[in-house]
């Protein structure tokens, strides 16, 4: 009886030492690497001038695809998260994306309710999938630098939208962050 309760006691212990702790993204100060501050402060930039934009200046409807946003840093950057966040956003604003994720299984099942083995009330009719008229791209680019004992990161993230009609690119932003890191620290 007294080993079962003193495995218990530190069972509870390791847990409670486990260190985890979960903090508020928004609220994060930044670090040596890209993180949830400059994923934040580029998803806010860019949603808030890009929906401006589509209802201010474009007026019209807007099917936007999101093609590759590119890393040209030697940092590893997980940009599909940066665009995943851009679109949600843009999403819950009643901004409309074409997503090819899923065309051929979608185009499958059209062809399946042709042929008559589905019922017609359930069958997906054919002649409604959406065409983009924009692509939504960009990159992330980096001047490094050391001086002073510091690395200074120079971020530039720059998204752009392309009418796919005219090929005429309607609208771009850009983000900058500027990151001073000390090198003369000790790691292990």
Same mark, same amino acid.
């Given at each position: 009886m007294k080993s079962t309760a003193? #495995?218990?006691?530190?069972?509870?212990?390791?847990?409670?030492?486990?260190? +985890?702790?979960?903090?508020?993204?928004? &609220?994060?100060?930044?670090?040596? /690497?890209?993180?949830?501050? /400059?994923? &934040? +402060?580029?998803?806010? @930039?860019m949603v808030g001038s890009l929906y401006r934009y589509l209802k201010s200046d474009w007026s019209q409807p807007a099917l936007i695809k999101i093609q590759r946003i590119k890393n040209d840093t030697a940092e590893h950057i997980d940009t599909k998260m940066l665009a995943d966040e851009i679109a949600t956003s843009l999403i819950q604003m009643r901004i409309q994306f074409v997503d090819d994720a899923y065309s051929k299984e979608a185009i499958q099942e059209m062809e399946r309710g042709m042929t008559g083995l589905v019922d017609p009330d359930s069958a997906i009719p054919a002649g409604n999938l959406k065409s983009p008229? !924009?692509?939504? !791209?960009?990159? #992330?680019? /980096?001047?490094?630098?050391? +001086? *002073? *004992? &510091? @690395?200074?990161?120079?971020?530039?993230? +720059? #998204?752009?939208m392309k009418e796919l009609?005219?090929?005429?690119?309607?609208? #771009?932003e850009r983000q900058e962050f500027l990151k001073a890191t000390s090198t003369d620290r000790i790691s292990f």
């Open positions: 003193l #495995i218990i006691v530190f069972s509870l212990l390791l847990v409670g030492c486990s260190g +985890t702790q979960y903090r508020d993204a928004s &609220k994060d100060k930044g670090s040596m /690497e890209w993180g949830p501050r /400059e994923i &934040k +402060t580029t998803v806010n @930039k008229n !924009f692509f939504l !791209f960009g990159s #992330i680019n /980096e001047n490094v630098r050391y +001086t *002073g *004992g &510091k @690395k200074l990161q120079y971020l530039v993230v +720059t #998204i752009a009609k005219t090929g005429l690119l309607k609208w #771009i």
